[in-house]
């Protein structure tokens, strides 16, 4: 039998009830899941480090780099699986040439390219600037021109021109604040604007995207700071993590709240959409929501960083503990994108009906590809780390 017919034939075999013909197929596969997970992380990187920077935690101040560094990272990587999802992604760059007000995904690759050419890239080239002049006076060979690449001909060190680039530093900052909550608010506002799908249509998800995206950025950024210091042989400050774990446990209130509340509402309105709604909740989604998110990603970091917060004496084993919930949550903002991005398209515009979605090893909208979106920056942290290393950042002389 014919492989494309043969794929159909099961996707029926395990569908139920009344479904439409064009939704035997899911139009948007694990590569949309990553997408929105990736830009969230950015997000909530780039608002971590703000804390130190704006809002003055110095306390935060070792993750501050790093949660740069990391934010750009996945930055760079943000957009790939959206591009490899299309049919033709040589022609991708045409909705930036061609932009029509109407359209979500152009108004988005303007507000991605803000973010990454105006806040992400001048933030840190105005941190690094003086360390960069340093190390092209003081490297040999090919880094030597490297670095005096990189410094864009700006070799000005004096306490003055020093000075500027905090204060020029400190200004992006502050616009990258709003910036970081429209780039992902902006992805809930893409599903949430679709009327047609009352799984996705509600005013809040702008905002729960937003909140969970706070959580995984701050989740990634502890869990990438407790990694770098166990490879750099130096010890993890517990009261760096304290401190993580905190503003953590706070964020993740306010997602499970609002997530909470989103719920409560459907249930009280109870539209014709409720019942095949909850079904699918209960079904379908059933292991990933109430288990994965719910369970695993939600209430057992909330509990576990509740009693962190409260209980003051010392914990063994307490770094282990917040690598262990800084996994978890990220497990559970994944099944919280997993449960958007597929969950919409699993009941049938009928209301009478479910299909279903089956994961590819192979291909460009497979479980492998996905993976390697999700891998890739890593890799590029890993080259920017070296490239930029955060402990070996030159000190101006005051």
Do not use: C
């Not at 937003?210 to 166990?230: P, Q």
């Amino acid at each position: 039998m014919n492989p494309h017919y043969q794929h159909l034939y099961d996707i029926l075999a395990h569908s139920q009830g009344y479904i439409f013909p064009n939704e035997i197929d899911l139009q948007w596969g694990i590569l949309i899941v990553v997408y929105p997970f990736i830009t969230g992380l950015v997000a909530g990187a780039f608002i971590l480090a703000s804390l130190e920077r704006v809002f003055k935690v110095k306390i935060l101040k070792p993750t501050y780099q790093i949660a740069l560094l990391t934010a750009l990272s996945f930055l760079l990587v943000a957009t790939l699986p959206l591009i490899s999802h299309l049919s033709q992604p040589q022609r991708a760059y045409e909705i930036m040439i061609t932009p029509h007000s109407s359209s979500a995904m152009a108004i988005f690759g303007f507000v991605y390219l803000w973010y990454l050419m105006v806040v992400l890239l001048l933030e840190i080239w105005f941190d690094y600037r003086h360390s960069m002049v340093v190390w092209a006076n003081e490297k040999k060979g090919v880094m030597k021109y490297v670095y005096k690449i990189l410094t864009l001909g700006v070799n000005d060190i004096s306490p003055r021109t020093l000075k500027w680039d905090r204060k020029l530093g400190y200004i992006i900052t502050v616009v990258g604040i709003p910036s970081a909550f429209i780039l992902h608010g902006y992805v809930g506002f893409i599903f949430g604007s679709i009327k047609a799908n009352p799984w996705w249509s509600t005013p809040l998800m702008p905002i729960i995207f937003l909140f969970s995206a706070m959580v995984s950025g701050i989740s990634m950024v502890m869990l990438i700071y407790m990694v770098i210091s166990w490879f750099r042989k130096k010890a993890i400050e517990v009261n760096v993590l304290d401190s993580i774990g905190k503003f953590l446990f706070f964020v993740l209130i306010l997602d499970f709240t609002l997530e909470g509340l989103d719920q409560i509402q459907r249930i009280y309105e109870a539209e014709e959409s409720f019942e095949i709604i909850k079904l699918l909740v209960s079904s379908k989604l059933y292991l990933t929501l109430f288990v994965s998110q719910g369970l695993i990603g939600t209430i057992i970091p909330l509990i576990t960083l509740a009693f962190l917060q409260f209980y003051k004496h010392q914990i063994r084993l307490k770094k282990t503990i917040y690598f262990i919930i800084g996994l978890l949550v990220l497990v559970g903002v994944y099944s919280m994108r997993w449960n958007v991005v597929i969950g919409g398209q699993l009941f049938s515009k009928s209301f009478a009906g479910f299909t279903s979605f089956k994961v590819g090893l192979i291909g460009l909208d497979g479980t492998l590809m996905a993976a390697f979106w999700i891998i890739l920056p890593f890799g590029i942290l890993a080259f920017l780390l070296w490239l930029l290393p955060p402990w070996k950042m030159v000190e101006p002389e005051e």
